[in-house]
């Protein structure tokens, strides 16, 4: 004799199980992302130094540009952790202080560029044929500048510090996005809903924010993590050429400037080591982050 499970559509006492076709779509794409282990690892990493370089005023004694004569190109000790600079200032404060720097760099750039990335998109998609031509052929222009030159030119013309570091980024940073956010929207405007909106006399304002903006989210979340890792490299790039942000303001960039200098390379090591590998590891998990977003993101992870 077979018994079989009740049907739950005929008994109302079985109460059905939900699985992974019953929850939203941020909730699966959230699964997906706690499911890569190496956005985990990468959140692991990420969230301790984020703390440990808002915080660090509170909990360590030395500030960044504190001058200790009697720590001269001192080794890492019981005082200083990660041992002083050749001016006596202790190297883990400017190293926090530095990843302060670079951080507040970089989500700014990010912001700036997102926000230009967005509008210029979002108008050569919505306001039509020539609107779209010329604004296309502008950001084609900017795309073909060499991006190294294009970055030295802009840093010489705009100067050293944290805004016009700023600046410099972002205005570097946003014509891909602009052309993902028109690839979006030009299918988006198609959409009955959208037409529907233009018939009944939506304005370029309602179609931006109110229809373009949350059916981007997703472009602009998984962009913004990965432009951050590579904006922490401008930043550091830009500040190791003298470009940057200028001591004795303290980044991670012009730390390893020191590393230019042979005594500092060959006789005090933890100067621009400790540096280097915060550097390569805060990019690394920022970018482990950026492809479990947009793995988490994907439409077609709900096929496979």
Same mark, same amino acid.
């Given at each position: 004799?077979?018994?079989?499970?009740?049907?739950?559509?005929?008994?109302?006492?079985?109460?059905?199980?939900?699985?992974?076709?019953?929850?939203?779509?941020?909730?699966?794409?959230?699964?997906?992302?706690?499911?890569?282990?190496?956005?985990?690892?990468?959140?692991?990493?990420?969230?301790?130094?984020?703390?440990?370089?808002?915080?660090?005023?509170?909990?360590?004694?030395?500030?960044?540009?504190?001058?200790?004569?009697?720590?001269?190109?001192?080794?890492?000790?019981?005082?200083?952790?990660?041992?002083?600079?050749?001016?006596?200032?202790?190297?883990?404060?400017?190293?926090?202080?530095?990843?302060?720097?670079?951080?507040?760099?970089?989500?700014?750039?990010?912001?700036?560029?997102?926000?230009?990335?967005?509008?210029?998109?979002?108008?050569?998609?919505?306001?039509?044929?020539?609107?779209?031509?010329?604004?296309?052929?502008?950001?084609?222009?900017?795309?073909?500048?060499?991006?190294?030159?294009?970055?030295?030119? !802009?840093?010489?013309? %705009?100067?050293?510090? *944290? #805004?016009?570091? =700023? /600046?410099?980024?972002?205005? @570097? $940073?946003?014509?891909? +996005?602009?052309?993902?956010?028109?690839?979006?929207?030009?299918?988006?405007?198609?959409?009955?809903?959208?037409?529907?909106?233009?018939?009944?006399?939506?304005?370029?304002?309602?179609?931006?924010?109110?229809?373009?903006?949350?059916?981007?989210?997703?472009? !602009?979340?998984?962009? %913004?993590?990965?432009? *951050? #890792?590579?904006? =922490? /490299?401008?930043?550091?790039? @830009? $500040?190791?050429?003298? +470009?940057?942000?200028?001591?004795?303001?303290?980044?991670?960039?012009?730390?390893?400037?020191?590393?230019?200098?042979?005594?500092?390379?060959?006789?005090?090591?933890?100067?621009?080591?400790?540096?280097?590998?915060?550097?390569?590891?805060?990019?690394?998990?920022?970018?482990?982050?950026?492809?479990?977003?947009?793995?988490?993101?994907?439409?077609?992870?709900?096929?496979?």
């Amino acid at each position: 004799m077979t018994i079989t499970a009740p049907d739950p559509k005929i008994d109302p006492t079985v109460v059905p199980t939900a699985g992974p076709q019953n929850k939203g779509p941020l909730r699966r794409a959230l699964d997906r992302f706690f499911e890569n282990r190496a956005a985990r690892a990468g959140l692991l990493i990420v969230v301790p130094i984020l703390l440990a370089v808002s915080t660090y005023s509170l909990w360590w004694p030395f500030s960044p540009n504190a001058i200790d004569l009697r720590a001269i190109n001192k080794g890492p000790s019981a005082i200083h952790w990660l041992g002083s600079d050749g001016v006596g200032r202790d190297v883990m404060a400017r190293l926090l202080q530095g990843g302060r720097i670079s951080l507040l760099v970089a989500v700014c750039s990010v912001a700036i560029s997102i926000v230009i990335g967005f509008l210029v998109g979002a108008v050569a998609s919505f306001g039509g044929r020539l609107v779209d031509g010329t604004v296309m052929r502008f950001v084609d222009l900017a795309m073909t500048l060499p991006p190294v030159i294009f970055l030295l030119v !802009l840093a010489s013309i %705009a100067g050293t510090g *944290i #805004a016009p570091t =700023i /600046l410099v980024i972002s205005l @570097l $940073s946003w014509p891909v +996005l602009s052309r993902m956010v028109r690839a979006r929207l030009l299918e988006l405007r198609e959409r009955d809903f959208v037409v529907a909106a233009r018939g009944m006399g939506a304005g370029l304002p309602h179609l931006l924010f109110r229809h373009g903006l949350p059916n981007c989210i997703d472009i !602009l979340v998984v962009y %913004a993590t990965l432009q *951050i #890792a590579n904006a =922490i /490299l401008l930043e550091a790039g @830009l $500040s190791f050429l003298g +470009l940057g942000i200028a001591p004795p303001e303290a980044s991670w960039g012009n730390m390893l400037n020191l590393a230019r200098s042979t005594v500092v390379l060959e006789q005090y090591p933890w100067q621009w080591m400790f540096p280097g590998a915060v550097l390569v590891l805060t990019v690394l998990a920022i970018n482990f982050i950026g492809d479990g977003l947009r793995d988490a993101f994907d439409p077609r992870s709900d096929l496979n």
